[in-house]
């Protein structure tokens, strides 16, 4: 089944010390996207890719950075983590072909932990 | 800045019962979505409703929309116990290809 798939599903990582978390997609989707999600919150956009075009949002931070090597797999780097930064991280993938209409489909989510 | 803002929420309902959370949002839109998220899982689209349609049916789901009001509602009908979630609405935000912003959600609890 195509699907959107995010590695590791828990990570544990110290303060300070960087991170990298990983999605992969099979839907052959153009548009992959970032989301962080803390406890009983919306899901906040980080970024996004639309092929290989990087999206920052404006109140990203620095601390926060994406690769997209290829259509697959885009990953999420955490420079310095910080306890602020321990949330559940979000893939999601989308079509791309109706920019206004796009559902967008999601991976389960990497639950980080910043000790 | 927050788009979605919806309500109640939390509500606690016994299976059987009907289940509607609301929506409200801010600036013209061309359509909503609403998502579904089992706890500590990522979400699931469930319906898209375009700003020409008042109302969209799918399956026990029921989605309203008033651009007037800025405002939509998701009714479940016949609710059960493995509908316990938190449901999200998300509108397109912003001039970034394809962004959704989504609203701080409902959590629906479901009593067997």
């Known amino acids: 089944d195509a699907m959107v798939i995010q590695n590791p599903r828990y990570q544990v990582t110290q303060f300070g010390k960087p991170v990298t978390l990983s999605c992969s997609q099979t839907?052959?989707?153009?548009?992959m996207y970032w989301y962080q999600q803390k406890s009983s919150q919306a899901p906040k956009l980080l970024f996004h890719?639309?092929?290989?075009?990087?999206?920052n949002e404006a109140d990203t931070p620095d601390n926060f950075q994406s690769r997209r090597p290829n259509t697959s797999f885009c990953f999420l780097d955490i420079r310095s983590p910080g306890l602020g930064d321990a949330a559940m991280y979000l893939c999601?993938?989308?079509?791309?072909?109706?920019?206004?209409?796009?559902?967008?489909?999601f991976g389960p989510g990497t639950r980080l932990t910043v000790l | 800045s927050q788009q979605g803002e919806e309500d109640p929420q939390a509500l606690s309902i016994q299976e059987g019962e009907n289940a509607t959370m609301n929506c409200s949002y801010k600036?013209?839109?061309?359509?909503l979505q609403w998502y579904r998220q089992n706890s500590g899982r990522g979400l699931v689209h469930l319906i898209l409703?375009?700003?020409?349609?008042r109302e969209k049916h799918s399956g026990r789901l029921r989605v309203t929309l008033d651009t007037s009001k800025k405002s939509s509602s998701l009714l479940i009908t016949a609710s059960r116990a493995a509908d316990t979630a938190s449901y999200f609405c998300?509108?397109?935000?912003?001039?970034?290809?394809?962004?959704?912003?989504f609203g701080q959600g409902t959590i629906l609890t479901v009593h067997p």
């Open positions: 409703i375009r700003s020409n349609e």
């Open positions: 600036t013209s839109i061309n359509n």
């Open positions: 839907l052959n989707h153009n548009v």
């Open positions: 890719y639309y092929d290989k075009d990087f999206n």
């Open positions: 998300a509108t397109p935000g912003g001039t970034s290809y394809g962004k959704l912003t």
């Open positions: 999601a993938t989308s079509a791309g072909r109706r920019p206004l209409e796009n559902e967008q489909f």
